[in-house]
């Protein structure tokens, strides 16, 4: 992940009132779902790419992978099982070349979904924001260096390859 984090700080980063997640709340009832974080996003700026896919909810899991490339390199990648569990959501990362980590749900609304773990390096928060149907930011914070770090991620809807 530190690979993927280090090399995605360069984009152009976007912000988002921190206020959002304040306003979220407190947990609510399990039975809502992040359905709307389902399908395909990207990223892109010049040469550099990023693809996130994930998959509806089938049995109280979602399936998320994405692709970071520059031109026809890859530059890293990850593995996302975001499943329901008796606690809540919680998000299970597997990023290239390193060791997988989950975050437990911290706040969750109709249009956002937060994890945490403050026992992680960095990021210790993950959270997506829903701005539109045709958009959304992910964001990664938490502290590195005694310093608050945030990196926002504004992707755009795009359709599924092999859909055609």
């Known amino acids: 992940m530190r690979m993927i984090i280090c090399g995605l700080t360069a984009l152009m980063l976007v912000s988002f009132p921190r206020n959002a997640i304040a306003q979220m709340g407190d947990n609510e009832s399990s039975a809502k779902t992040p359905h709307w974080l389902a399908g395909c996003w990207e990223r892109s ?13 089938r049995a109280r899991t979602m399936l998320g992978m994405s692709r970071t490339v520059r031109g026809d390199e890859l530059v890293g990648y ?3 099982l975001l499943r329901e569990e008796e606690s809540g959501w919680a998000y ?14 911290s706040a969750m609304t109709d249009t956002s979904i937060a994890f945490s773990n403050p026992d ?45």
């Not at 299970?92 to 749900?105: I, N, V």
């Not at 829903?130 to 964001?139: V, Y």
Request: charged share 25%; aromatic share 10%.
């Open 45 to 57: 700026a010049g040469e550099l790419v990023i693809e996130e896919h994930w998959m509806f909810v």
């Open 78 to 80: 990850e593995l996302v």
């Open 92 to 105: 299970e990362a597997h990023p290239s070349g390193q060791q997988q980590d989950s975050f437990r749900l």
């Open 120 to 164: 992680h390096d960095f990021p210790q928060t993950i959270t997506y924001f829903r701005l539109r149907s045709d958009s959304l930011i992910a964001r990664i914070a938490g502290e590195r260096g005694g310093q608050l770090r945030e990196v926002d991620f504004p992707y755009r809807r795009v359709a599924c390859p092999g859909n055609d």
